[in-house]
Antibody, heavy 120, light 108 residues
Framework: EVQLVESGGGLVQPGGSLRLSCAAS????????MHWVRQATGKGLEWVSS???????YYPGSVKGRFTLSRENAKNSLYLQMNSLRAGDTAVYYC??????????????WGQGTMVTVSS | EIVLTQSPGTLSLSPGERATLSCRAS???????LTWYQQKPGQAPRLLIY???SRATGIPDRFSASGAGRDFTLTISRLEPEDFAVYYC?????????FGQGTKVEIK
């Protein structure tokens, strides 16, 4: 079964750090671009970061310089290092895959999400 | 950054009715890069449509989509009870992805 499982969420103080992980199974992880998307409670979806098969990461301005995305293909894993966290980073963080039969620009597989709460 | 504006914010319809959802981009978007998702409460988003008009695997044919340039549309021909959800459009451009704010399709 094709699956993504996120972990690492939790409660962190403003200015703190957290590392999210996404474990992939059921497909050849190294052949797919991977993404993080977040959703604050009751709000819409916000793209957080992407990494292509070559290991090149991309970020929106809202997290650039604070978040670092990496992948470890040998472990079928994706990592999001989040530093200098702010209250506005509070959200459910989803890991997602692109590059399947739906192409490189659509996220066809999503994890169940992990909650990150930034609060004192 | 390309901004996607979805309308209406909420669509109140009855099962069996037709739903038409709009997604307008602040700049022209390649059709290849326009995607639609469905999200139900407490669940992750689900891919519906990619490349502006292609249904993803397992998506019933009551879902259709079209559009080009700045204007894109998702249509649900006859609403089933399981279709009441929030729908998001998404675009890719210049190594950035953006989502619309979503349209909630609720039971009237």
């Amino acid at each position: 079964e094709v699956q993504l499982v996120e972990s690492g969420g939790g409660l962190v103080q403003p200015g703190g750090s957290l590392r999210l992980s996404c474990a992939a199974s059921g497909f050849t992880f190294s052949s797919y671009d991977m993404h993080w998307v977040r959703q604050a409670t009751g709000k819409g979806l916000e793209w957080v970061s992407s990494i292509n098969t070559g290991g090149d990461p991309y970020y929106p301005g809202s997290v650039k310089g604070r978040f670092t995305l990496s992948r470890e293909n040998a472990k079928n894993s994706l990592y999001l290092q989040m530093n200098s966290l702010r209250a506005g980073d509070t959200a459910v963080y989803y890991c997602a895959r692109a590059g399947g039969s739906s192409g490189w620009y659509a996220f066809d597989i999503w994890g169940q999400g992990t909650m990150v709460t930034v609060s004192s | 950054e390309i901004v996607l504006t979805q309308s209406p914010g909420t669509l109140s319809l009855s099962p069996g009715e037709r739903a038409t959802l709009s997604c307008r981009a602040s700049q022209s978007v390649s059709s290849s890069y326009l995607t639609w998702y469905q999200q139900k409460p407490g669940q992750a988003p689900r891919l519906l449509i990619y490349g502006a008009s292609s249904r993803a695997t397992g998506i019933p044919d009551r879902f259709s989509a079209s559009g080009a340039g700045r204007d894109f549309t998702l249509t649900i021909s006859r609403l089933e009870p399981e279709d009441f959800a929030v729908y998001y459009c998404q675009q890719y451009g210049r190594s950035l992805w953006t989502f619309g704010q979503g349209t909630k399709v609720e039971i009237k």
